[in-house]
């Protein structure tokens, strides 16, 4: 019997029949991390003209989780302890990973990428990796970049983390966009498969229309100096009412072109998985599609935006409720602008491998933030 590579089919060819088989990128397993120190809207209010009040009823977030130095430095800390968790519960040896792709808009360096940061960090001895910078939609241009790699037939494993480390490019002074932000990372386990299930269609765009939404200073055409540092122009700069109308057309635009595409509707839709920019936005676009709210992954309230790890962390959340054949559509928005939606047939019962460790982070009303501390300082203990 001879094998041969050809686009995303796999053809076994035997003495007297040929038969091609359709390869595919399932999801095998998620892992996520957020940091330990909570920012709830009280502590918020002490440094900033705002209040609780204001912020849930404009964005919606309660608490965020924040990455404070006596933890850890930047988000290939966040990644790395996703990753562990993640090869932890799929027992995957870290020598069969082979590729590795970090989307993030918060690098630890302009280079070396983090990518080869966070697989030094997990011993992924056997891969190469980059990172992708497409802000909040960067997860999802990364899941369909791991994809194609793997129905190119000449991959089999790949990790995609998405996270940002956005604290360190927020600015505290400014009501209008400190409240939206936090820190985390979580990241899916890609393989291939030739059942029809895992990621089976994607809309992408991106456009030039960057001044409501961005960070001045930086990079290769403004670059840091004293001016710059002293205008705070190394913070996130955005236009909250433009950028609220942009999104939430494009996104429901998106989603109903690859609901069209795929026959899907409200009714065998099990999930909307929607970036968690903005409570207002998730809701106009399940409103938009007519899906129920039930029906959407949303942790805006406790995870608030983690732009790149939006997305991957409400797999993590939501896995014990996720079961093989459920049919997802994700989508998200972010600067460029860049933005798109997919469609995925979820690959495995989500309840018996989220037991094995089981993602964690604080939610007022749920636990006290004695007993988080508490948790996570046995942790550490162990």
């Keep these: 019997m001879g094998l041969v590579h050809v686009s995303h089919f796999l053809i076994f060819s035997f003495p ?23 920012l709830d809207n009280e502590e918020m209010s002490q440094f900033v003209d705002t209040s609780d009040e204001w912020i849930m009823e404009r964005i919606g977030v309660k608490t965020r989780h924040i990455l404070r130095p006596e933890q850890g ?17 799929t027992q995957a040896d870290p020598a069969s990973v082979e ?29 190469f990796g980059f990172d992708m910078e497409a802000a909040c939609a960067g997860f999802l241009y990364a899941m369909e970049v791991a994809a194609n790699y793997i129905r190119s037939g000449r991959y089999k494993r790949i990790i995609v983390c998405g996270g940002d480390h956005m604290s360190s490019m927020t600015n505290y002074q400014d009501r209008n966009t400190c409240p ?11 393989e291939a498969t030739t059942e029809e299930m895992g990621l089976l269609d994607g809309y992408y765009r991106v456009e030039a229309n960057f001044e409501h939404l961005h960070m001045a200073a930086g990079g290769s055409a403004k670059m840091p100096s004293h001016e710059t540092v002293d205008a705070r122009e190394h913070f996130v700069y955005q236009e909250g009412r433009t950028v609220f109308k ?28 929607p970036h968690q920019a ?22 805006i309230d406790h995870m608030a935006n983690t732009s790149g790890g939006t997305l ?20 998200a928005f972010g ?30 009303g749920e636990m006290s933030r004695e007993d988080w501390y508490r948790l996570r300082h046995s942790e550490k203990s162990e």
Excluded at 82 to 88: G, H, I, M, S
């Design 180 to 190: 939206i932000f936090g820190d985390g990372a979580a990241c899916v386990m890609m």
């Design 99 to 127: 590729m590795i792709i970090c989307a993030t808009t918060t690098p630890d360096y302009h280079f070396p990428s983090t990518a080869s940061i966070v697989a030094g960090n997990t011993g992924l001895k056997n891969a």
């Design 312 to 331: 991957p962390l409400c797999l993590w959340e939501y896995e014990p409720q996720l079961k093989k054949g459920d049919k997802l559509i994700f989508t």
């Design 246 to 273: 942009h999104a939430v057309t494009k996104m429901s635009d998106a989603v109903e072109t690859i609901a069209k595409r795929n026959g899907l509707t409200k009714e065998n839709i099990t999930w909307l998985v």
């Design 73 to 89: 430095s930047g988000v290939s800390y966040l990644m790395t302890r996703a990753v562990r968790q993640l090869l932890e519960k």
């Design 335 to 364: 600067a460029g602008f860049s933005w798109g939606a997919s469609y995925m047939v979820w690959g495995y019962d989500g309840a018996a491998e989220a037991q094995k460790s089981p993602a964690q982070f604080y939610k007022e």
């Design 16 to 38: 007297n029949i040929s038969v091609m088989e359709q390869i595919n990128a399932v999801i095998t397993g998620v892992g996520g991390y957020v940091p330990d120190y909570i």
């Design 278 to 299: 903005n409570v207002r936005i998730e809701s106009a676009v399940a409103r938009r599609i007519g899906i129920d709210e039930a029906h959407v992954m949303i942790n």
